[in-house]
């Protein structure tokens, strides 16, 4: 089975500052997507970004950037320039690839919870 | 367009008593998911309905839980003979699940926090 392993329960960084989550995960598939997803204090889960594993480039999303490192099963989340908008839990996500309609839950690790200090 | 929507917000319930969850998808989305939050414990899968096919329901912690989803839309989540053990958050996640596979985003409504008493 796969997991997903988020080693900081907690982080802090200064505003406009860079900041780097980290994100391990156990897969035997060579298949698969990876994502970040935010959850700010009203509960709404919301996609940083995502990555297929086939695709060596790492995403980036404006401030957002990864560091997939396929070998090495790493899936990091920078952000740079830090805002106070940015203070939130974030959850690394995992999920098969889907052929012909198997499972395609998500599997998360247990968050990082990010606080942005003035 | 309208996101994922869940009913109630909050639910505070007494133990033993059965209650109800909503969950309307985004309009075109085949997949719902729901999941549960508890403090300590994560994000963990409950059940996936695809399309017209049997759900997949290997989250589903006890028989307690079931769910179901009408016309391919709107889901509702019940619990039976609600435990203080099943106080969490509730969401609910749908995806467009085209046939050609993709990473098929999942999309969160707000989720439903139940307290039980």
């Known amino acids: 089975a796969q997991t997903v392993t988020q080693s900081q329960p907690e982080m802090s960084v200064q505003e406009a500052e860079t900041v780097t989550l980290s994100c391990t995960y156990d897969?035997?598939?060579?298949?698969?997507?990876l994502f970040w997803y935010k959850q700010p204090p009203s509960r709404q889960m919301i996609l940083v970004i995502r990555q297929e594993a086939y695709k060596q480039q790492n995403a980036t999303e404006n401030r957002f950037s990864v560091n997939f490192q396929k070998a090495a099963k790493s899936f990091s989340l920078k952000i740079s320039d830090s805002q106070l908008g940015d203070a939130a839990m974030y959850f690394c996500?995992?999920?098969?690839?889907?052929?012909?309609?198997?499972?395609?839950?998500?599997?998360f690790g247990k968050g990082t919870k990010l606080s942005v200090k003035p | 367009g309208a996101g994922v929507s869940q009913s109630p917000s909050n639910k505070v319930t007494e133990k033993g008593k059965d209650v109800e969850l909503r969950c309307d998808p985004i309009s075109g989305h085949t997949a719902l998911y729901w999941y549960r939050q508890s403090l300590g414990q994560g994000l963990e899968f409950l059940i996936y309905?695809?399309?017209?096919?049997?759900?997949?329901k290997s989250g589903l912690p006890s028989d307690r839980f079931s769910a179901e989803r009408t016309g391919g839309s709107v889901s509702t989540l019940t619990i039976q003979r609600t435990q203080q053990e099943d106080s969490a958050v509730y969401l609910c996640a749908s995806s467009l699940a085209l046939a050609g596979g993709g990473p098929d985003t999942q999309y969160f409504g707000p989720g439903t926090r139940l307290t039980v008493l």
């Open positions: 996500a995992y999920r098969s690839e889907i052929y012909g309609g198997s499972q395609g839950n998500l599997i």
């Open positions: 897969t035997s598939e060579s298949d698969y997507y």
């Open positions: 309905f695809q399309g017209n096919s049997a759900p997949d």
